[in-house]
């Protein structure tokens, strides 16, 4: 069975420093995966997707995500976090045949100033 | 357009009361899913459909019941509402398999008590 691992639960960051979300899954072949961003009370906006090609997707608010499939990793990236970045991110799979995505259970990031 | 429209965005009921949760999508979507949210557990899979007239169960189906009359929505109910069904009911569809990622609702917060 697909899984997702988001295997931090809460991270915390100064304004400014860089951001690194960590996302592994578990399916034999290559999934469509998908990272989205959720703000209190709000619902789920996609940041970015990688359907295939380019490991390296660009999203969103300078989102980036690199696929790395020895590592069946799709970690989230961002150079630079802003304050505005605090809220909880999930990252999902849904294999190419397909008809659900499953979720991880989500990393809520901190930005201290 | 407005995408993926929840109706009501809260509700309070009472163990045992029966409610339905209206999702909408003017997106000509064909797949479209019930998810709930709880702390620490991500999204997890209700019930989901891949057409009008279909439906099919996810990953934590017991208790509740959908129908999708209409392309357009995709109804949620609790037939006996309990309190370990207090959770935050997302909605979500998609426009078919392949390459294409999910569009979210902005979710029904249901207390049960």
């Known amino acids: 069975a697909q899984s997702v691992t988001q295997p931090d639960i809460h991270i915390t960051v100064s304004e400014g420093a860089s951001l690194e979300l960590r996302c592994n899954y578990s399916y034999g072949a290559t999934p469509y995966l998908f990272w989205y961003v959720q703000s209190p009370g709000q619902g789920l906006q996609l940041l970015l997707k990688?359907?295939?090609?380019?490991?390296l997707v660009q999203g969103i608010k300078g989102f980036e995500a690199e696929f790395k499939r020895s590592q069946s990793s799709f970690n989230l990236r961002k150079p630079s976090v802003h304050w505005s970045d605090a809220a909880e991110y999930f990252c999902?799979?849904?294999?190419?045949?397909?008809?659900?995505?499953?979720f991880g259970a989500g990393t809520r990031l901190f930005v201290k100033a | 357009n407005a995408g993926v429209t929840q109706t009501p965005k809260f509700r309070v009921l009472k163990t045992g009361q029966s409610m339905t949760l209206l999702c909408a999508q003017d997106m000509n979507h064909e797949y479209m899913y019930w998810y709930r949210q709880d702390p620490g557990m991500g999204l997890r899979l209700i019930h989901y459909s891949v057409g009008e007239g279909t439906t099919a169960k996810g990953e934590v189906p017991d208790g509740y019941n959908v129908s999708r009359l209409k392309k357009q929505n995709f109804l949620l109910g609790l037939e006996s509402a309990a309190p370990s069904q207090t959770s935050v009911y997302f909605c979500a569809s998609i426009l078919k398999g392949g390459p294409t990622e999910a569009f979210f609702g902005q979710g029904t917060r249901l207390t049960v008590v």
């Open positions: 999902a799979v849904r294999h190419t045949g397909g008809f659900k995505t499953i």
């Open positions: 990688y359907f295939s090609g380019d490991t």
